[in-house]
């Protein structure tokens, strides 16, 4: 088993059930709790995407907080930035193809990611959002109408995956791939160092006498 990678000074809580954000903190071997918060996700009325992720990831936080005032809370939401518009998840598959053929005719668009930690007994409450442009492909009709077909776009924002089968309709993205995914990483990583709710492994590295 690979040894962890830092060590933790107060008690993480991950305010989502995302396997992925799940995934990647257990990569790190942080120990954290998983416990989903339960808000209203609907955006307000002429919300930016930007201001809409930096919001949902700090109630999601905030949510859990209350409860667990004695933990850092990690709060985020991801959303595609479309020239400005939320693209949210479809609602069926008709819609799912809409969206495919949108980003395609758009050619770039942004990944969205609020990132919140809120430790209300430390008073850290910090909310920040980072951006990555994608770079779709130029696949035609038949090729979207198969992956719709698959099920995979379902359920997700944007009705692709990049970590998964839908990776193969990006050209490339310029930013963090993290990000994409949903969460970002260096950014959070960066937090809780300097927030010293975590720190490295320390390994005696000399060899034995």
Do not use: W
């Amino acid at each position: 088993m690979q040894p962890p990678l830092f060590q933790t000074s107060k008690k993480i809580i991950l305010a989502s059930a995302s396997p992925r954000r799940i995934n990647f903190l257990k990569g790190l071997g942080l120990p954290f709790q998983t416990i989903p918060a339960d808000i209203d996700e609907t955006a307000k009325d002429s919300e930016l995407p930007e201001s809409f992720v930096r919001r949902l990831a700090r109630e999601k936080a905030l949510a859990v907080a209350k409860h667990h005032p004695d933990a850092v809370l990690i709060g985020a939401d991801t959303v595609i930035d479309c020239h400005g518009q939320i693209l949210g998840k479809p609602a069926d598959r008709e819609q799912a193809l809409a969206m495919l053929q949108r980003l395609r005719q758009m050619q770039t668009h942004q990944v969205i990611t609020g990132l919140a930690l809120v430790a209300l007994n430390d008073g850290i409450d910090i909310c920040q959002a980072s951006a990555t442009t994608v770079h779709y492909g130029d696949l035609p009709d038949p090729v979207l109408q198969a992956y719709v077909a698959s099920g995979e776009p379902m359920g997700k924002a944007g009705a692709y995956a990049i970590q998964e089968n839908g990776g193969f309709l990006v050209k490339k993205i310029s930013g963090s791939s993290t990000n994409v995914i949903g969460l970002p990483m260096y950014e959070l990583i960066t937090l809780l160092l300097d927030l010293e709710v975590i720190s490295p492994c320390s390994r005696n590295t000399s060899p034995p006498p």
